[in-house]
């Protein structure tokens, strides 16, 4: 199994532990509220993000990598891609090896703030604690998401 896929078996509902080795991500971040307009500015930071990838890399294609990381105010989030090259107008992000609770989310599994939810209650099932040292929460989308079709992502909580 590759180290993308996690734990062979997947728990309860889906959920399994994958490990992540330390990665280095370009990208750009968004910072503001909780609201409304947050997911329209996500999306739109991930559909540029997207096409600077898709012209940045080679034959192996990078996930496009969301980073949450909670605010008393809001939460900045972080959309990137795993290259050694520097690209012109990104920050780069130096993530340390991490280890997650992770499910595949699919179209028809419900909300997934929802799906969060349940994770959380997994986690807590399986006597792991949440990590919120380096970041709040991990995404990973196919490196041609397409949100024009219903969403299929990876969504990732860091746990110890």
């Not at 920050?91 to 280890?99: K, S």
């Amino acid at each position: 199994m590759c180290d993308r896929c996690g734990e062979p078996g997947f728990g309860l509902h889906g959920f399994s532990v994958a490990e992540r080795p330390a990665q280095r991500l370009v990208g750009r971040a968004w910072e503001g509220p909780y609201g409304v307009g947050a997911p329209d500015a996500i999306q739109s930071l991930i559909e540029d993000i997207k096409a600077v990838a898709a012209r940045e890399q080679g034959i192996w294609r990078s996930p496009i990598v969301g980073l949450a990381t909670n605010r008393a105010d809001g939460f900045r989030y972080f959309v990137g891609f795993e290259t050694d090259a520097d690209v012109a107008g990104l920050e780069t992000v130096q993530i340390p090896a991490m280890r997650f609770a992770s499910l595949w989310y699919v179209p028809g599994e419900g909300e997934v703030a929802g799906r969060y939810q349940d994770m959380l209650a997994w986690i807590d099932s399986e006597g792991l604690s949440r990590d919120r040292t380096q970041l709040d929460q991990r995404e990973e989308f196919p490196p041609d998401v397409d949100f024009s079709q219903p969403l299929s992502l990876r969504i990732m909580l860091p746990v110890i």
